[in-house]
């Protein structure tokens, strides 16, 4: 097989064991993990490759820009001791663990050490949130959870750059001290400008497929700047991010918010599994050249470091919850979350893209790289595999879920959006005003329970006209009464009309 068809193959096998994740409920990431191992280890497999100073960029920046984009400041603004907690404290706190692990048990040197905790340290919180999806719980646990997988990767990057280079230099100078020192608030401070210069030239590439592509490109621009000047990538593409998404413009074109929505989901997805293939190529690998004690004993290491990085973020969630319940008692915050919601958000610490591209791109002269490396891989995978695997069965058995509080959310939202109509309509007169006035009447009778059967016969008939109506235009087609160009234009123009009429769960595309 060539290298293309060798994707292809692969691609083919990620769709197909999709379906599986989504028959039994499971996140995808942790689908990929099990099937990125299992695929390496046929016989014949594809080889493949990353450069690693590629490796972080490549996987890292679309995913940081996908997640900043949907994370408001506000929210961070709300939640910053959380934040702090665990995407500041708990990542240095399990580095530190893992690192006395490392330079206890197979004799690391510290920076290697300490370069190995960084490595595992960061929770990716996008199999958690995929569940969450499905399964809601309270906000402020998602918004937790969404947050710290934007702020634990610079955290992480940070202490990995740092410790990475003094074991490779063999020593650490004032001016190294000095660039790490103003790596972070120097990413954040170059993050905001390039966010703001951005921001002037989107309406030029508006309703573009290079406006999309340009997306990109920022995403790719920004890490690549601030790694020759030395700043935290991650910051900086977190800062321009959240800048640009800062600034909402309400008249932004939907068609392009839509199509550049469909785009990056399908990159991020592209990339994940993408990742958790190269993972299982680099294990296999690994695993063929280690002799029987060699491979005992990294896989003692592993575990080790598995139940040291689990058993952490449990201990700091509840280290937490202790604080929280006593800033609470001063009458001047919110009660802390409970017992169970606790517990979800300590066994949602799953190890994903950072902890795999940070693996990929550490230099064939680190030291016992590949016993590091397993152990990384190691707690992808049993995080993914057993954490991800029974997040759901766990909210369930919690019963902490809040399906029907979201629901009661977004109906409460959408009268509100359909008073805002009303309210706007109030001073308009004439028959085209009255047929919206009726229309969002009917959103507000719906979402409050009232004349239910009209509305659900009101959309099962706006779906038989939809159906009719592309009827008749495929018989057009057929008889070349119109031609192609115009034939796409109606056909999309029916697409948005049949989309306006379908329920919320329709809308969604799943991501497996």
């Known amino acids: 097989m060539t290298y293309f068809e060798s994707l292809l193959a692969l691609m083919l096998t990620a769709v197909v064991m999709l379906q599986v994740a989504r028959r039994f409920s499971l996140p995808y990431p942790t689908v990929m993990a099990a099937v990125g191992v299992a695929v390496a280890s046929i016989p014949g497999a594809p080889v493949l490759s990353i450069d690693p100073g590629t ?16 994370f408001p400041i506000g929210a961070a603004k ?42 595992v340290a960061p929770p990716d919180a996008a199999a958690a949130t995929a569940v969450l ?41 004032l ?28 309406p030029a590439v508006e309703n573009t497929v290079g406006g999309t592509l340009l997306q990109f490109l920022h995403a790719f621009i920004t890490w690549v700047i601030a790694e020759h000047l030395h700043l935290s990538a991650v910051l900086a593409v977190v800062a321009s991010a959240m800048t640009i998404a800062a600034k909402v413009d309400l008249h932004a074109s939907p068609r392009m918010r839509v199509h550049s929505y469909a785009v990056w989901t399908t990159v991020v997805f592209l990339l994940n599994v993408f990742a958790f293939l190269l993972m299982g190529e680099q294990a296999r690998h690994i695993l063929s050249a280690m002799t029987g004690p060699e491979l005992v004993n ?98 369930r058995a919690l019963r902490i879920g809040r399906e029907q509080e979201a629901q009661d959310e977004i109906g409460h939202a959408r009268v509100q959006l359909a008073d805002a109509a009303l309210t706007r309509l109030e001073r308009e007169t004439g028959d085209a005003a009255d047929a919206l006035r009726r229309e969002y009447q009917d959103i507000c009778a719906g979402v409050s329970g009232k004349d239910r059967q009209t509305l659900d016969r009101r959309h099962a008939l706006a ?16 008889e070349q009464a119109i031609g192609s160009d115009s034939y796409l234009l109606l056909q999309e123009a029916l697409d948005w009309r049949e989309l306006s009429v379908w329920s919320d769960e329709d809308r969604q595309i799943e991501e497996n």
């Open 175 to 202: 001016a190294t001290g000095i660039q790490f020192g103003l790596a972070a608030p120097g990413g954040i401070l170059f993050g905001i400008a390039y966010g703001l210069l951005a921001r002037r030239f989107q």
């Open 298 to 395: 990294a896989g003692w290491f592993a575990l080790w470091v598995v139940l040291a990085v689990i058993g952490m973020r449990l201990v700091i969630a509840f280290v937490y919850r202790g604080i929280a319940i006593a800033r609470a008692s001063t009458g001047r915050h919110s009660a802390p979350v409970s017992v169970a919601e606790t517990f979800l958000v300590g066994w949602a610490g799953m190890r994903g893209l950072v902890t795999l591209a940070t693996a990929f791109a550490l230099p064939a002269g680190f030291p016992q790289r590949d016993t590091v490396v397993l152990a990384a891989f190691a707690v992808v995978l049993a995080t993914l595999v057993i954490q991800g695997a029974t997040l759901t069965p766990l909210i």
């Open 463 to 478: 779906l038989a006209v939809v159906v009719a109506q592309r009827e008749r235009l495929e018989q057009l087609h057929g």
């Open 78 to 119: 709300r939640l910053m001791l959380p934040l702090i907690v665990y995407a500041v404290v708990a990542v240095l706190a399990t580095a530190a663990l893992v690192a006395w692990l490392g330079w206890y048990a197979i004799g690391l040197p510290i920076a290697a050490a300490v370069t190995l905790g960084a490595i």
């Open 55 to 70: 490796a972080l960029a490549l996987f890292i920046a679309p995913v940081l820009v996908d997640a900043a984009f949907d």
């Open 133 to 173: 999806a499905n399964l809601p719980v309270a906000r402020r646990i998602d918004a937790v959870l969404k947050g710290e997988s934007l702020f634990n990767d610079a955290t992480a990057l940070l202490l990995f750059n740092a410790a990475l280079t003094i074991q490779m230099r063999g020593t650490f100078d």
